[in-house]
């Protein structure tokens, strides 16, 4: 255990505390992990930067981060963390201002032992155990890293660092903390509450479930959509997942207020088979839009028209009397699209620009009229 002089905090029945931590409880007691997702596309290489004095060792940097389904930060932000180092150092240098002076935010899935001293029922010392990894961080993450990248290349700064910690929240409230905190107050990528709310935040099925079928159509190595989606907001994707999320539980939704619970069942069971199974067909029905560059076939109004046309393209193959979440079922079903829309619907300075021209929402309306005329 180490012990540092602490205030206790109560707010509305919560109840945390205020302490001062050095850069060297940090090292040892910190851990460092941002949200990702194992087989998915490579990450894009950083872009060089010219040597300077605030060069980060980030081959070492990234031996500390983690990353994980169960982590909820942000990936790391290499200029920002650059930025940071070079204004310590200034403090450092200059002594005039602190390089830290706002509390960051640490949790803990142990419980911490607060003794109170002096007869004051809110000011004591805070026993944290002494393990690595004991404490995450909810919300500082970057000012934490570049106080690590200075220790690492041997210039520990003397500093305590103000924190604030909690050690009662459940998973479900550290979730949500971080999303209040970011969405608010620094503007969280949409996309990046997506996946947090798709498996943690809320016990949606339908949001959860939206989730899983945009990952599957971005990690999945046969999906023509394989790193075309940016899961966090992020990378070289060209389509973000929120628009997208959006749809498929607007899908979700109404077939389980039409069909009801047994339908909506079978549709969650079926649905990442039925999606990656769709952009096959899709890709096969306009093949030179789907791999030409001078085409609009990928974007994300295109791609949530396609959604929306979801529903009768499944009930076109079953009048078929196939399977509905088949491949060459769905193929067929989508063949009159290839005959009537063709290549030439989707090409961006043609008729796709003509239609843009009523704006995004319009061009979404516009061609699920023609995708479900075309089945008719």
């Keep these: 255990m180490i012990s540092v002089p602490t ?18 409880d940090i090292d040892r007691l910190v ?3 941002v949200l990702g997702y194992t087989g998915g596309p490579e990450r894009e290489v950083p872009r060089k930067t010219k040597p300077a004095r605030a060069r980060v060792n980030w081959e070492s940097l ?17 200029r920002k963390i650059d930025e940071l180092v070079a204004y310590y150092r200034e403090c450092k240098d200059s002594a005039t201002l602190p390089a830290i002076p706002g509390a960051v935010i640490i949790t803990s899935e142990k419980r911490f032992t607060f003794t109170p001293v002096g007869g004051h029922h809110d000011l004591g010392l805070l026993q944290i ?11 500082g993450q970057h000012r934490l890293l570049a106080l690590h990248a200075l ?43 997506i996946s947090l ?5 809320y016990p949606d099925p339908n949001q959860a479930m939206a989730h899983d079928v945009i990952r599957s159509l971005n990690e999945d190595d046969s999906s023509p959509l394989h790193g075309e989606i940016r899961m966090l907001g992020t990378g070289r994707g060209r389509v973000s997942q929120a628009p997208l999320a959006e749809e498929i539980m607007d899908l979700l939704e109404t077939v389980e207020k039409v069909g009801g619970g047994a339908r909506i069942q079978e549709v969650r069971q079926q649905a990442k088979r039925f999606f990656l199974n769709y952009m096959k067909a899709l890709s096969t029905t306009f093949p030179a839009a789907w791999a030409g560059r001078k085409y609009s076939i990928k974007t ?5 028209a396609f959604i929306r046309a979801a529903p009768d393209v499944m009930a076109r193959a079953k009048e078929l009397r196939r399977d509905a979440y088949d491949l060459n079922a769905i193929r067929e079903a989508i063949r009159p699209w290839g005959e009537r829309l063709r290549d030439r619907r989707f090409e961006t300075e043609g008729e796709w620009k ?17 995708l479900r005329d075309a089945l008719r």
């Design 197 to 201: 709310a798709g498996r943690k935040l």
């Design 62 to 78: 990234e031996k500390r981060i983690s990353e994980s389904e169960s982590a909820y930060q942000r990936p790391v932000i290499r």
């Design 31 to 33: 851990k460092f992990e």
């Design 129 to 139: 155990p002494e393990e690595h990894g004991v404490l995450r961080v909810l919300d």
């Design 354 to 370: 003509l239609k843009l021209a009523g704006g995004t929402r319009g061009t979404v309306d516009t061609l699920t009229r023609e």
């Design 300 to 304: 994300g109004a295109a791609l949530r």
């Design 151 to 193: 220790s690492q290349a041997g210039e520990t700064l003397p500093i305590e660092v103000p924190a604030v910690l909690f050690d009662t929240l459940d998973a479900r409230q550290i979730v949500e903390l971080f999303v209040t905190i970011n969405a608010k107050h620094t503007r969280l990528n949409p996309s990046h509450i």
């Design 7 to 24: 205030r206790r905090v109560k707010q509305f029945g919560v109840e945390f505390y205020q302490a001062g931590l050095s850069a060297k």
